[in-house]
């Protein structure tokens, strides 16, 4: 192991399990991390008038966790020693699909679905994929993250599936520190809620204009 991925990277310090020799954390680096929300490309579109709650994406016990996961193989999953994300993963991912809603500028009410308020419709997703990865398996630092998010349009008040999507990304660690992992993770999830959000208002808006076109149709409320 070089004494720049002992220095520089947190995740030289890998998981409890996968390296038992590095027991000392860069006393610089912070131990806590978050995410920023996605960017939304420009569509010139206006703002969509219907309202959307967000719930917090269903995820596996392994992702389900403050913990930052890392895979060596398709069939182990470990943690990054020392470090970890800001909350449980799932609820990061909500809070940031919201923001990544209201930057766009192009929804008019978007919430958590625990704010209680009433909403044309909800947004359902699963977290499958939120890991860095090793291609391979002899190397001493992940070299991608990948993240996947299953995403169902329910419009309401019938709870009726609209529309479903997944959306994957796959973004290559560009260093060696731990702040390279973290950025792909940045990027990766950043690429995957732009996609959502503008999937979401583009089927959302298609759902709510042709139940409004309907005759005697008051909307989806």
Known sequence: MTSRLMKGMVAGLLAVGLVTGCAALNPTAPSLYTLTPGTVAESGSPPVRWQLLVEPPAASAGIDTPRIAVTRSATALDYFAGVSWAD?????????????FEDSRRIVSVGRDSAGLRSDFVLKTELRDFQAEFTDSNAAAPDRVRVRLSAKLVAMPNRTIEAGETFDAVVPVRGSDFSDVIAAFNTALGQVEGALVDWTLRRGEAVFRAEAGRPGSAGLR
């Open 88 to 100: 449980r993963a799932p609820n990061m991912v909500q809070g940031l699909i919201v923001q990544s």
